[in-house]
């Protein structure tokens, strides 16, 4: 969807590096979502916000961070990227408790 | 995990029929929606459904919500190979999040 981005759309990095991918929307809307896309698992929420400063953990969030400073903007970070955070990334944004709407995903990988 | 379960996990059809695809999931829930996601491509929302609802439709897809069995379908019928992609069932059990599913594998042949 044009109304929401994510950067970047491929990294590759090595173990122990920091990492951190960007969630941008322009539709105002109050709830935003990190997930991850794992072949044989799904879509897993990471980490979940539902307002400026206000986050919250979700099904896998160990070793995750996230910051949401601004409306538009959301931020997950990788302290110290490890193998096991390879993975595709997703974004998601909401006005509600209801139809989401994802960014295009980040492949990232961690060598 | 609460995550829900898709049925089959792969699914390969001539174009003009229909397609079924089920959801299982484990706890209660407040509604459950249907994703699509094409290949490389972030998910695209097609049709939630609420607890207290049992069918509903939109254009080509029809859903169907049985609680008592805590399971969900999703039937597209008159398939086009447009339709080739992965679907996916979402769940929101209260508060802000949502589990899905594992996905069912569409492929539509022309």
């Known amino acids: 969807d044009a109304g929401i981005t994510q950067s970047p759309r491929h990294k590759v990095t090595e173990t122990g590096t920091p990492v951190t991918l960007r969630c941008h929307q322009t539709?105002?809307?109050?709830?935003m979502y990190w997930y991850r896309q794992d072949p044989g698992h799904g879509l897993r929420l990471i980490h979940y916000s539902y307002g400026v400063k206000d986050t919250d953990k979700g099904e896998v969030s160990d070793g995750y961070s996230v910051s949401r400073s601004k409306t538009e903007d959301f931020l997950l970070t990788l302290e110290s990227a490890t193998s096991s955070q390879t993975s595709v990334y997703f974004c998601?944004?909401?006005?509600?408790?209801?139809?989401?709407?994802f960014g295009p995903g980040t492949r990232l990988t961690v060598l | 995990s609460q995550q829900g379960e898709e049925d089959p996990q792969a699914l390969s059809i001539q174009e003009g029929e229909n397609a079924t695809m089920n959801c299982s999931y484990k706890?209660?829930?407040?509604?459950l929606q249907w994703y699509r996601q094409n290949s490389g491509r972030g998910l695209v929302h097609l049709i939630l459904i609420r607890s207290n609802e049992r069918e509903k439709h939109s254009g080509r897809l029809r859903v169907t919500l049985d609680t008592s069995k805590k399971s969900s379908s999703l039937l597209i019928t008159a398939s086009r190979a447009a339709d080739t992609a992965s679907y996916f069932c979402a769940t929101d059990a209260g508060g802000n999040q949502f589990y899905f599913g594992t996905g069912t594998s569409l492929t539509v042949i022309p």
């Open positions: 998601a944004s909401s006005y509600s408790y209801n139809e989401q709407f």
């Open positions: 539709e105002n809307h109050r709830y």
């Open positions: 706890t209660s829930i407040n509604n």
